[in-house]
């Protein structure tokens, strides 16, 4: 680093207030350079590596974790835990008072303490997952910058940033570290992280009075955005020792918010587990007074209700939440929060971009209007190879458009082609200059640029303010969308003279104008006027201009998005194309990927909006099928978001704008562009495409959509046991038989051995393939419908139904009478086996028979889920452990079961299938397409 660079500090011991701070804001603007050891090319590579050694990575300190020993200690002051920790206490209690002791007793009370440690640890494992699996999707969106070096643009890592490096900010950008600005073109900033206002500020380059620095008007901050303008800026502190790094808390990290569906479950497993209790106080009201002892009765109850309760539910719910995150990160879609997932599957409407979203925002200038002709432009991409026809004529249109522009062109280098640093719009521009034979960086030195008027999404048009060439006045470029610059001009170029626009002349741009857009094609005009002040206002920089042309661009839809579209159409999902671009060129992309496809679309522009009240806007969207919003603003697609919303649609809206925020929060679910969007756009968002493609958003509906099925698959695998394993125990205790036909060990053994591995593999489904066939499930449809309750009883009862006359089989073909049967006679411990094993056998063939909803098992394929079949494997191995390894034996008091016991219970599983199969067959004749929001 250079000497006398007062102002620099390494991170973290910036001194808090003091001279050496003050100093860099009072600077004027040739001072701070060497006040920071820079120069106006930026630092040099030799330079920058010196200083990264010397101040570190520009990175704030990791957000402090919640210890692991609280996140593990949380996990036992959950409901469940507690109710099971509290019967374990009861239970250890009976163990003791009793004379003389039972070792069942005993071996309950240690099997639910196992069950809540096992739960307890699951639970811990999922969420310090889940956790792991935010950190990497993230670290999948680097935040990177734009800096100056050795003279040279460049994109880099904001992490890489050293004090002296002069940073290049444009609206939506996050500010990555703390500078002093030294341009500044109308910019305005937004340091709600650091001051909790909310409303945009402007900065200035200018100097000003020492004052503390937060509130220097020419410094911006890490953290804060930047919501309009352009500037250069000079970083002056990083990493720990910014402003945010001083006021950034090593804080716990934020709660877990739980999704609405991870509440329904929560609030319906309570209610299971209030039944539970019920259920156990029902049975042991009912038990006591037929003289049965009053601990052992107590002791059943409790076994009874600790085995209803559906232990490793929220765990299996988490795990098929985080298989959805990961499966959409696979497909390109990031989701950041698992609400996102939910309301993906439940998506009815998609307002989408056009350019980079539809089309692959790989632009290219194949035409070019001027004095009433027409100039194609050869070559493909970006590389300046290839002809302007008659170039001479739109010379001068290319040059200005080159000039008003703030992108780059980057040479082929490690495999890759010719790319844009910065706008592609702006890119193709200049690659269309380069191939008219104009050198940009002569142009750029023979006209410097001294004043720029950002180019924003309302206005529609920049211009830039530049030294003629004899440096005796200034001329003003203006490029942006026709209507707008069009308004401004009062003269025309034609064919070398200038003239006045008449009405006319006026006309034939229109119609050149249509005329290109309706070929599909991005227009833009350009225009220029010259002003005696460099600082002219902008008001007066952008009036009066001479018009010189237009530019007409090309970009070609992204391929799989027409088949993306057709997705949607089959889904019931709608799209709505939202554009900043001429309706013609809307309309002609939107034929092309299958948007439109009748004649006549409803085209709104945004001055259409602007006249319309909120009824008539409600009223247009009722009835238009093919919508397509032109020339509309970020306010506007805000808008049109809430009439929908109003309309009870759950909408999924793109945007890449930093005023695309309202809008990407407002809507049910906000979707970025990873690759072309801003920082802002993608903070407001809660999904980020990495590939910025239509099409992954679908992908991302269709795999939302599968989740939930998923969800609800396990679930009536869960619950519907939970009727085989309550029926058999009411039936025996109505029937007065004195034992129970399955004890609370082997129901532990079934919740927590063999059905938790299929619950998993139920949650990892793969999509059915007709889940993108049916329409949007209604978004007050609850979890936990009739149809799946129906589901629930449906198979539950005739596992209950099968297991309770296997269990009475057993016990009648004995010959003794209830009254006489102990715990230790063979025939109950093999009736009270085959309950068991057949609650498992027909658990496994239940796994299979969820797998669909409404088509046969056989279409997606028996072996089609190999995960499931493992997990049905090794639950069918523990029973068999259970039922023939002797220290087993004497744990759960089982018997070994023979070959034709086995049949029994396959045959029936079979059964269960069969019937299956039938209600789904008759479903299918009945209900080809199902009730509207309701699944079968
Ligand atoms: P799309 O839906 O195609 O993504 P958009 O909504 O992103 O479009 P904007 O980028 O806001 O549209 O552009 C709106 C209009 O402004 C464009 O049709 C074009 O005429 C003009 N325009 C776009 N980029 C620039 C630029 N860099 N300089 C000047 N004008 C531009």
Redesign the pocket.
């Known amino acids: 680093m250079g000497s006398g660079t007062p102002v620099l500090t390494p991170g973290g011991s910036r001194p808090p207030t003091g001279k050496a701070e003050s100093a860099v804001q009072t600077l004027a603007t040739g001072n701070v350079f060497a006040a920071l050891g820079t120069s106006p090319r930026g630092l040099a590579s030799s330079e920058v590596a010196a200083r990264r050694t010397q101040f570190g990575p520009n990175e704030l300190p990791r957000a402090g974790r919640r210890g692991l020993w609280r996140d593990l200690a949380t996990q036992f002051t959950d409901l469940f835990a507690v109710v099971l920790l509290v019967a374990s206490a009861i239970t250890f209690l009976a163990y003791w008072l009793r004379d003389p002791r039972d070792v069942g007793t005993l071996q309950l009370a240690v099997a639910i303490l196992g069950v809540v440690l096992l739960n307890a640890a699951i639970g811990f494992a999922q969420e310090y997952s889940a956790e792991r699996t935010a950190e990497s999707l993230q670290a999948m969106v680097p935040h990177t910058c734009r800096v100056l070096r050795d003279g040279q643009r460049q994109e880099l890592p904001a992490h890489d940033l050293v004090p002296g490096d002069i940073v290049v900010l444009e609206a939506g950008d996050a500010v990555s570290a703390d500078c002093r600005l030294i341009e500044a073109h109308e910019v305005s900033v937004n340091n709600a992280a650091l001051t909790g206002e909310s409303d945009a500020v402007a900065r200035t380059g200018e100097p000003v009075a020492a004052s503390p620095v937060l509130e220097a008007r020419n410094c911006v901050f890490m953290g804060t955005d930047v919501v309009a303008g352009s500037a250069k800026a000079v970083v002056f502190a990083t990493g720990a020792a910014t402003e945010f790094g001083r006021i950034f808390r090593l804080a716990a990290a934020a709660p877990r918010q739980k999704t609405p569906l991870q509440r329904q479950v929560a609030s319906m497993a309570r209610r299971v587990a209030g039944t539970a209790l019920a259920i156990g106080a029902a049975l042991f009201a009912v038990r006591l007074p037929t003289g049965q002892p009053f601990v052992e009765t107590f002791v059943f109850a409790l076994g009874v209700m600790v085995a209803l309760v559906p232990e490793g539910l929220p765990a299996t719910l988490s795990v098929s939440l985080a298989i959805g995150v990961r499966r959409m990160a696979r497909r390109h879609a990031l989701v950041k929060q698992l609400l996102a997932v939910e309301a993906l599957g439940s998506t009815t409407v998609v307002c989408?971009?056009?350019?980079?979203?539809?089309?692959q925002?790989e632009m290219t200038v194949v035409q070019l209007w001027a004095g009433g002709a027409q100039h194609a432009v050869s070559g493909v991409g970006y590389a300046p190879a290839g002809e302007v026809a008659d170039p001479r004529p739109v010379r001068e249109l290319l040059r200005a458009a080159a000039l008003?522009?703030?992108?780059r062109l980057i040479p082929p280098a490690d495999r890759e082609g010719w790319r844009v640093l910065g706008?592609t719009?702006?890119g193709a521009l200049l690659v269309a200059a380069a191939k008219a034979g104009l050198d940009l960086t002569d142009e750029d030195a023979a006209e410097p640029r001294v004043a720029e008027y950002p180019?924003?999404?309302?206005?529609?048009?920049?211009s830039t303010v530049h030294r003629d060439s004899d440096g005796r006045g200034y001329l003003v470029y203006?490029?942006?969308?026709?209507q707008?610059v069009l308004a401004r001009c009062t003269a025309v170029d034609w064919r070398g003279e200038q003239q006045q626009l008449t009405d006319e002349l006026r006309g034939a741009v229109t119609v050149a104008n249509d005329e290109l857009a309706s070929q599909g094609l991005?227009?833009?005009?350009v225009a220029w006027r010259p002003v005696t002040d460099g600082r002219a206002v902008r008001d007066e920089a952008e009036s009066g201009l001479i018009f010189l042309g237009l530019a007409g661009m090309l970009?070609p839809p992204r391929p799989d998005v027409s088949e993306a579209v057709d997705a949607c159409r089959r889904a019931g999902i709608r799209i709505v194309?939202?554009?900043?671009?001429?309706p013609l060129?809307?309309e002609a992309?939107a034929r092309r990927v299958g948007i439109v496809r009748h004649p006549g679309p409803t085209v709104v522009t945004g001055s259409r909006l602007d006249t319309i009240d909120d009824h008539a806007l409600d009223g247009l969207l009722a009835q238009s099928t093919e919508l397509l919003l032109c020339?509309?603003?970020?306010e506007h697609k805000m808008r049109v978001v809430t009439a929908l919303q109003r309309r009870d649609e759950v909408v999924a809206v793109t945007g890449?704008?930093a005023n695309d925020a309202p809008a990407l929060k407002h809507a049910d679910i906000g979707v970025a562009m990873g690759a072309s969007g801003t920082d802002v756009a993608r903070e407001a968002a809660v999904m980020v495409l990495l590939d910025d493609s239509f099409a992954s958003i679908v992908a991302a509906v269709r795999l939302g959509r599968s989740v939930y099925q998923n969800i609800r698959k396990f679930l009536i695998y869960l619950f519907s046991h939970n009727i085989a394993e309550l029926v058999p125990i009411l039936a025996a205790t109505f029937a007065g038989f004195p034992l129970v036909p399955i004890t609370a060990v082997q129901i532990l053994a079934i919740d927590l051995g063999s059905d938790v591995l299929p619950a998993l593999a139920l949650g990892a489904e793969p999509p059915e393939p007709d889940v993108m066939d049916r329409p949007p499930r209604s978004r007050r449809e609850r979890l936990f419908s009739t149809a799946v309750m129906g589901r629930i009883l449906f198979l539950g009862g005739i596992q209950a139904l099968g297991v309770t006359a296997v269990f009475f089989w057993h016990i009648h073909a004995s010959g003794i009478p209830y009254s006489e049967f102990t715990e230790d006679d063979t025939a109950y411990r093999e009736a009270i086996t085959m309950v068991q094993a057949g609650i498992v056998v027909s658990q496994f063939f239940n796994a299979l028979a969820v797998r669909t909803e409404r088509q046969s098992l056989f279409r997606i394929g028996l072996l089609s889920n190999p995960w499931l079949l493992a997990a049905g494997c090794f639950g069918t191995a523990l029973m068999a452990a259970i039922s023939y390894a002797p220290p087993l034996q004497a744990l759960f008091n089982t018997a070994p079961l023979d070959a034709a016991d086995w049949a029994v219970l396959a045959a029936f599983g079979v059964l269960l299938l069969a019937a299956e199969e039938t209600r789904k067959w008759w479903v299918r004749r009945h209900r080809p397409h199902g009730p509207k929001g309701e699944e079968q």
């Open positions: 989408t971009d056009k350019t980079g979203t539809l089309t925002a008003c522009s703030n992108a706008d719009t702006e180019f924003d999404s309302v206005r529609k048009l920049m203006v490029k942006g969308a026709p707008e991005r227009v833009l005009a970009d194309m939202v554009t900043g671009d001429h060129t809307a992309v020339r509309v603003s970020p890449d704008g």
